[in-house]
C-alpha cells in the first residue's frame, strides 16, 4: 500500500517547498524504496504551457508531452525518475474533469459541488499518482490561508483520515525569520501558519523550518509544544550551497528517525555518489567559462533545467561552470566579441519570438569562425542553419518563417503534422494558440555513425529527448547543406534532429532539449560533452 506524504507551506511563499519534497523523496529513493512525486498547483491555469515566463519561469516538458511546472524537473532531476503528465495538476484540470463528467451525465443529475465531487477528483487524482510506487510525496503549491489551497488542504484531510493512520504524514515548511533590530529567531508567524493548518483539521507532523541562523535548542522546544510536533521533528533547514546538498543537511539535521519512527520502517540511505558530487559542485577542482546566449536573462527561471543541467555536467567533470550571461540584444549593438569574446563556450538556448535573434546569429557566427565549441538547443539549432546558409550558403535572406513569413529561403518552416514512430500522425501535438501545431514531448532520433553527437551518445541505436516547439528544419536544404559541410548527425522519421559542422572541433545543435533529461546522477550526454569540450578550449 503506497504512503503519502503531503508537503504544504507556511508564512510566505519561495521557501523551497520543492526542493525540500525531493529531498525528502530523495533520501526514500537512496534508502531502497519505490518513490514518485506528484505537484498540485492550485492556480486556474490547465497548465502552464501557454503562460508567460514573466509569470511562471520555465515550462518543464514531460517525456509524455505534458506541459509542466518547473518543480516536476526538480523532481526527476533529484529522484531519477521519468514523471508524467500525471504528476502535476491544477485547479484547472480538476473543473475541467468535473465538469466534462457533469456535461456527460456522469453525475447522474446530482447538484455538483466542491465537497464531494471537486475534493473527489483531487484524492483520485492523489490515489493514482501513488499506485504502484512505496512512497509518493505530494508538494501543495501555495501557503496555507490562500483561497484557492482550500479544497486541495480538504482533500488532504480526507486522505489522512480515509487512510490507515501509518500510510500519511503531514510535512509544513515554515520560515523563521531572523529580526536583526531586537537579533533574534521569531516563531510566531509559523505558529500562526500551523493553527491556521489546524483549523482545516491537518496537524503536522513535521515542520521543517527555513531559517538564516541555526535553531537554537530552546527555539526547537518553543516550535514542538507550540505546534505539537515532535521535538525530533523539528527540523533545521539553512541556506545550502547547492540545492543538491539539502537532502545530505536534512540527514545531518536528523531527519531519518522521526520518518522512520511514524511509518515504522528502516531508512538507510546510501549517499555515497550523491556526496561525492555535490562535493563536486561546492569545491570543484577545474573552472570553465561558458556564454550562455539568450533573451530573458533577467529571467533565469525560465532557464532552470539547463543551468541545472551544466551544473550536473559540472559535478561528473569536477569543474565549475562560471555562466556568462549574454543578452542577445546586447551582442546586437556591441557585436559578439565584446560579449562572448572570453568565453571557453558557447551555448545559444532555445526561445520564442523575433526579439534578440539577429544577436543570436551573431553569437553562433563568432562561434562557427573562431572554432569555439558550441551547442545550440532547439532555437538554437534552428538559428545555426539560418547561419549557415546565410553566410556560407550565401542566401541571403534565409530566415525562419517564425521571423519572416515571406522569406524567400524558409529553411526552418512551420509544419503541421508530425509523423511519429509508428508512421502515425503524431498524437502529442496540440493546437497552439499562436497557430500552427507544438510538437512536444519525447521523440526517437537516430544519430549518424561517426559524429560528436553519435559519440557523445554513445552506442545504441536509438535515443530518446524531449520537444516542444512550432518549427523546423526544411529538409528541402538538406543537400544543399550537406554540399557546403554542415552535416545532418541525427534525424527523425526524416526530420532534421541534429547539425554539426565538418571543419570545426565541436559545434552542435540539436532541434531538441537535452536539459529536460539531465539528472544529477545520470547527466545528459550532449550537454557533459559540450561541457567536456568547455574544458579543453580553456
Ligand atoms: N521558436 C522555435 C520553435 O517554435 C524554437 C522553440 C524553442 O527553442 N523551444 O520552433
Redesign the pocket.
Same mark, same amino acid.
Given at each position: 500500500m503506497t504512503k503519502f506524504i503531503f508537503v504544504t507551506g507556511g508564512v510566505l511563499s519561495s521557501l523551497g517547498k520543492g526542493i525540500t519534497s525531493a529531498s525528502i523523496a530523495t533520501i526514500l529513493k537512496q534508502s531502497g524504496l519505490r518513490v514518485s512525486m506528484l505537484k498540485i498547483d492550485p492556480y486556474l491555469n490547465v497548465d502552464p504551457g501557454t503562460m508567460s515566463p514573466l509569470e511562471h519561469g520555465e515550462v518543464f516538458v514531460t517525456a509524455d508531452g505534458a506541459e509542466t511546472d518547473l518543480d516536476i524537473g526538480h523532481y526527476e532531476r533529484f529522484i531519477d525518475a521519468t514523471l508524467s503528465a500525471q504528476n502535476n495538476f491544477t485547479t484547472g484540470q480538476v473543473y475541467q474533469s468535473v465538469i466534462k463528467r457533469e456535461r456527460e451525465g456522469g453525475y447522474l443529475g446530482k447538484t455538483i459541488q466542491v465537497i464531494p465531487h471537486v475534493v473527489d477528483e483531487i484524492k483520485n487524482r492523489v490515489l493514482n499518482a501513488g499506485e504502484g510506487f512505496d512512497f509518493l510525496i505530494v508538494e501543495l503549491g501555495g501557503t496555507v490561508g490562500d483561497i484557492e489551497g482550500l479544497p486541495f488542504m480538504e482533500a488532504i484531510r480526507e486522505l489522512r483520515h480515509d487512510l490507515p493512520k501509518t500510510n500519511t504524514m503531514n510535512i509544513h515548511v515554515t520560515l523563521i525569520p531572523y529580526i536583526a533590530a531586537a537579533g533574534e529567531l521569531k516563531t510566531k508567524p509559523s505558529q500562526h501558519s500551523v493553527q491556521e493548518l489546524r483549523r482545516i483539521g491537518i496537524t503536522p507532523h513535521m515542520l521543517v523550518c527555513r531559517t538564516e541562523q541555526p535553531l537554537p535548542k530552546d527555539l526547537k522546544r518553543k516550535l514542538a509544544m507550540s505546534c505539537d510536533v515532535n521535538y525530533d521533528a523539528v527540523i533545521e533547514c539553512g541556506d545550502a550551497a547547492s540545492i543538491y546538498q539539502v537532502p545530505l543537511n536534512f540527514i545531518k539535521e536528523g531527519i531519518l528517525n522521526p520518518i522512520s519512527n511514524h511509518f515504522n520502517i528502516k531508512l538507510k540511505p546510501n549517499m555515497d555518489k550523491w556526496s561525492t558530487l555535490v562535493k563536486h559542485i561546492i569545491l570543484p577542482q577545474h573552472e570553465v567559462n561558458i556564454a550562455f546566449v539568450g533573451k530573458y536573462l533577467d529571467l533565469k527561471e525560465s532557464y532552470k533545467s539547463l543551468t541545472e543541467a551544466l551544473t550536473h555536467a559540472g559535478a561528473h567533470l569536477n569543474t565549475k561552470i562560471n555562466i556568462n550571461w549574454c543578452d542577445s540584444e546586447r551582442i546586437e549593438d556591441v557585436g559578439a566579441y565584446e560579449v562572448i569574446g572570453n568565453s571557453d563556450a558557447v551555448l545559444v538556448?532555445?526561445?520564442?519570438?523575433h526579439r534578440g535573434v539577429e544577436g543570436k546569429l551573431k553569437a553562433i557566427q563568432y562561434a562557427r569562425e573562431n572554432k569555439i565549441p558550441y551547442l545550440g +538547443?532547439?532555437?538554437?539549432m534552428?538559428l545555426s542553419i539560418v547561419e549557415y546558409c546565410r553566410n556560407v550558403l550565401e542566401l541571403e535572406d534565409a530566415n525562419?518563417v =517564425?521571423f519572416n513569413a515571406d522569406a524567400k529561403n524558409p529553411v +526552418?518552416y512551420l509544419i503541421d503534422e508530425f509523423i511519429d514512430q509508428s508512421g502515425e500522425k503524431q498524437l502529442r501535438t496540440h493546437e497552439s494558440p499562436m497557430g500552427g501545431t507544438?510538437r512536444l514531448g519525447e521523440y526517437p532520433f537516430e544519430p549518424k555513425e561517426g559524429t560528436n553527437l553519435k559519440k557523445a551518445y554513445g552506442n545504441d541505436d536509438i535515443y530518446y529527448e524531449r520537444h /516542444? *516547439? /512550432?518549427? =523546423?528544419a526544411n529538409p528541402k536544404y538538406k543537400g544543399a547543406l550537406e554540399k557546403a559541410g554542415m552535416i545532418i548527425s541525427g534525424e527523425s522519421n526524416g526530420l532534421i534532429e541534429a547539425v554539426e559542422i565538418e571543419d570545426h572541433p565541436w559545434f552542435v545543435g540539436v532541434q531538441f *532539449?537535452p536539459e529536460f533529461t539531465s539528472h544529477l546522477e545520470t547527466p545528459n550526454p550532449i550537454i557533459l560533452e559540450f561541457v567536456n569540450q568547455a574544458t579543453k578550449n580553456i
Open positions: 538556448a532555445g526561445g520564442f519570438g +538547443i532547439c532555437l538554437g534552428q525562419s =517564425e +526552418i507544438m /516542444r *516547439h /512550432r518549427y =523546423e *532539449h
